[in-house]
């Protein structure tokens, strides 16, 4: 990358400064409009199309857009762009099945979390379902936000000029703060603002960015040249694999989309939504929305490949482009989308760990139901005080937020898209089946993950069944000791630490290393939902 | 000197299936609209 000039960094970092301005100005007006536990959990359900919408893709995205996405089609060519169909699929689903469903159902439910959704759709007398949601939801939330902050905190060093490990920690520091400031005064409604505000950031930045550079390389034309130059596969949707290799590619990255109904930063925006015509307007606005991200970060891959031959690191291909091609004003701009990318995520999923814990647990499972004041009062400062964890999690233990954030998309999409699929269908699962689908989700992740990796090291990863046994156990002591199981949810146990085990088995015996964990763990959760369901029928439906 | 193409499966992956489900989402949101005149 071409060292930058102390002018270009300053005028960087003063856009850089105005942005983060901007984001507190936002938060404080949506301060003002916040009164009581619904407002802050859910914004009183007065969201309109565009920042239901907006809000709900970008908090979905994260820096993985902007840095990831933009990686893959650097590295693998036309053939890295197969994510790009996997997530418009998910964001299809999305929007045409699950936000028309979800919001009348929460509606009716006065449910204000997924958790909620799921509580009350099937009862849960012991609080069960409600304690085995939350603490999912909490351990993947709580490892992205980390590594959301840590993300956030190496973009801000490097726009603001801070060197060192002294930088990094003020980036760290100065991102956060201004996310748990914003977060914790604002509530749910300063993170879906905000989210518009910086979502239409990167959108502009990548339509603009991309076609910019196209024609200042030459046309498309040359592009197509360049790349074939690089390497004729890169001109391939197949990129060069055959065989299992390119199908276990192709089902994977298009797996990647069955996550999506189950993330509860993503779809606690359809609930928000101010009635129905909001809910059928925001459909077109998500689906534009994610076409023009995710093709744009897949075009500004391939024209960075093609640009910058010696540039080592494919993420960076964004900022070094903007850096290179354009006025220092206008790469402080791009530069704050890539940052909006990370920060829209992790002021979403702070809300939702913060709301995980004031809302499910102290407000809902201890019975300690204050008045909208002080629900107010408890919102605020737990996302403050998880906020504040955050940050030291990121601040200290960067290798376990990584191992965490390897299976938070996957275990919260495995844990919760199936089971709020088959909420709305309405028929066919009780709430044993829904304990099960949860269990197995996450327990099939974590099997096939550590399955796919255990080349690495087999002598630890071959001990994986007895660590799921043992989990197994445990949870099935812990319910029996605080006497919250009925027989029902011992065989949703059971069920899924038979389907967790086998899978472990059938990737070890099979081979099926290419294939994406989401996908065998999301239609095992839903197989587990049903038949424990067929098997417990009469307790309850 | 090589002259360098993209495959049809290129085609399809980089421009064919945006365009598409734009012209589809599109199209829907029209019908959409249609349907919520008669509403008013």
Known sequence: MTPVEGSTLTTVAAVMVAYLAALLLIGWRAARRTHGGEDFHLAGRSLGAWSAGISSTASSESGWVTLGAVGMTFTYGVSGLWYAPGCLLGYLVNVYLVAPRLRPLSASQGSVTLTDVITRRWGDPRNVLRLTATTIILICMMGYVAAQMTAAGKAFSSSLGLEGRGGYILGVVIGAAVIILVTSLGGFRAVAWTDLFQGLLVAIALIGLPLYAIARLGGFGVLVQGLGAVNPDFLSAGGGRLGPALWGFIIGQLGIGLGYPGMPHVITRYMAARDDREVQRLQI??????????????????????????????????????????????????????????????????????????????????????????????????????????????????????????????????????????????????????????????????????????????????????????????????????????????????????????????????????????????????????AVSAITKPSNV | MEEYSLTVGAHLLLWAFPLTLVILVVVEDILDRRDREPER
């Open chain 1, 285 to 530: 606005i998500a689906m534009f929305w994610g076409v023009a991200v995710f093709y744009g970060a897949g075009l500004v891959g391939l024209v960075g490949r093609v640009s910058l031959p010696n540039l080592a690191d494919g993420e960076q291909a964004l900022m070094a482009l903007a850096l290179q091609l354009v006025h220092p004003v206008l790469a402080g701009l791009l530069l704050a989308a890539v940052i909006s990318a990370i920060l829209s995520t992790v002021s979403s999923q702070l809300l939702v760990a913060a709301s995980a814990v004031s809302y499910d647990v102290v407000e809902e499972t201890l019975g300690k139901a204050s008045d909208d004041r002080r629900s107010l009062i408890l919102g605020r400062w737990t996302v403050a005080v998880v906020g504040l964890i955050g940050i030291l999690v990121a601040l200290t233990e960067v290798r376990l937020v990584f191992w965490f954030v390897l299976f938070a998309w996957s275990g919260l999409g495995a844990a919760f898209a199936p089971l709020i699929l088959l909420a709305l269908a309405q028929r066919g699962v009780n709430r044993h089946g829904a304990l099960a689908a949860m269990l197995t989700g996450t327990g099939v992740t974590v099997a096939w993950k550590l399955g796919r990796d255990a080349t690495a090291n087999p002598e630890l990863f071959a001990r994986v069944w007895w660590i799921t046994l043992i989990a197994a156990a445990v949870i099935l002591g812990l319910g029996r000791l605080a006497r919250a199981f009925e027989r029902g949810d011992r065989v949703g146990v059971v069920a899924a630490t038979i389907l967790t085990v086998i899978s472990w088995w059938l990737v070890q015996q099979w081979g099926l290393h290419n294939l994406y964990e989401l996908v065998p763990a999301f239609f095992l959760a839903g197989f587990a939902a049903l």
